[in-house]
């Protein structure tokens, strides 16, 4: 166990420094003056020039990336570029929160409810409940986010008014109730879609699993039919969804961009896209590095939590 995290951590510094290299780069490619975002459309030139110089421009790349890179491994992120200037550190972590709380939210919905309604299809595979949960989930893959975000907005804050739209709730402000009152129907879009895809999945699993022997040889024992589903068949059939909730937490906690902008949310997607269209590279860079970071530990934890799941990999690791 020890080596495998020490490996996973050489991957994490690995992963990390090519991603600092492209976020970097592709800022570069990105068409624009940094000085211009700065100082406008009424700056001198010779204006232009000497912020070009403090933000050493004039640099070489190579010298730029360094300079940057060491600035970055000891905790300064910089400023950013666009009125109102403030370190973009404090930018983020006011965005990150949302964006976290989103993706756990969304995340644990899809969750509760896929995981019950995947083991009784794959229970009663063929039956027409079984049917009627196949195409109900077929049908949210087939529904894009935003479209689902606005039918939500509609019905529950539009026309019932029972929940609140256009801004967010911050706990420190309002209070959980509060928060969670903001937060639940922009949670409620994101894990909708992933309700659908959770149970497609989880439920082939089991179909599968419910055909080995073991499954057999535990009915025949006369073992009921829950303690058949929940405890020998759902455990090995947690792993590609275990996988698949990794790689969605760390794609939600960086793409709730759309979810954003339809619930106006102060969020981490809306700001690097802000930032982007503002040239306000600095803020662009600190976001992108912010979401590779999260990516990557979530997908460790989930490479060492099959570890604890399955005897078999501690064995081969041994």
């Known amino acids: 166990m020890i080596r495998r995290v020490a490996q996973r951590v050489g991957t994490i510094v690995t992963v ?25 459309p009424n700056g001198t030139a010779e204006e232009y020039a000497r912020i070009r110089d403090e933000m050493g421009l004039d ?6 990336y360094f300079d940057w890179l060491g600035d970055t491994l000891s905790g300064d992120l910089g400023q950013n570029l666009v009125p109102p200037v403030e370190s973009v550190s404090a930018r ?31 229970h009663r595979a063929g039956s027409r409940f079984d049917r009627i949960v196949s195409a109900s989930v077929f049908g949210l893959v087939s529904v894009p986010n935003f479209v689902i975000g606005l039918v939500l907005l509609l019905i529950f804050a539009v026309h019932w008014r029972l929940l609140p739209y256009g801004q967010w709730v911050r706990v420190s402000d309002g209070g959980w109730a509060e928060n969670l009152k903001h937060a639940f129907l922009p949670a409620l879009t994101l894990a909708l879609g992933e309700i659908a895809i959770f149970t497609r999945l989880l439920r ?26 929940v405890r020998e068949a759902l455990r090995p059939s947690s792993f590609s969804i275990l996988t698949l909730a990794g790689v969605t937490l760390g794609r939600l906690i960086g793409g709730t961009v759309v979810v954003e902008q339809v619930f106006a949310l102060p969020g981490l997607g809306r700001t690097i896209i802000d930032a982007a269209t503002k ?25 060492i939590t099959y570890s604890l799941l399955d005897p078999r990999i501690r064995r081969g690791q041994a």
């Not at 640099?59 to 730029?64: A, E, K, L």
């Open 204 to 229: 082939g699993d089991m179909i599968s699993t419910l055909r080995e022997d073991f499954v057999l040889a535990a009915r025949a024992k006369g073992m009921p039919t829950r303690h058949i589903l």
């Open 59 to 64: 640099q070489p790349v190579v010298v730029r």
């Open 92 to 122: 983020l972590s006011r965005a990150i929160p949302v964006n976290l709380e989103l993706a756990v939210l969304a995340l644990v919905m899809a969750l509760a409810v896929s995981i019950p309604l995947a083991i009784l299809s794959a």
């Open 16 to 40: 990390m420094f090519l991603v600092t290299i492209a976020t970097f780069m592709l800022i570069e490619l990105v068409p624009g003056d940094p000085a211009f975002a700065v100082l406008g």
């Open 279 to 303: 040239n306000d590279y600095k803020l662009v860079q600190g976001g992108v590095l912010v979401i590779a970071l999260a990516y990557t530990l979530i997908n460790v934890l989930v490479d």
